[in-house]
């Protein structure tokens, strides 16, 4: 993989970010912020439609 996975040992993200089942993906803006959370898999093609939708 090229980007950073979290490995959350002790569950405290997945209480932080209300995560409940994984796969979870998060969409995060350059300031930090969340746009997106994804619950469930995604594909490759429907991040590039997502990310696309945040320009």
Do not use: C
Not at 22 to 29: G, T, V
């Amino acid at each position: 993989m090229t980007f950073p996975v979290l490995l959350d040992e002790n569950g405290e993200a997945a209480r932080l970010y209300d995560v409940s089942s994984i796969p979870a993906s998060f969409i995060i803006d350059t300031q930090g912020v969340i746009r997106e959370k994804i619950v469930g898999p995604m594909t490759y093609d429907s991040m590039q439609e997502m990310l696309g939708t945040l320009k």
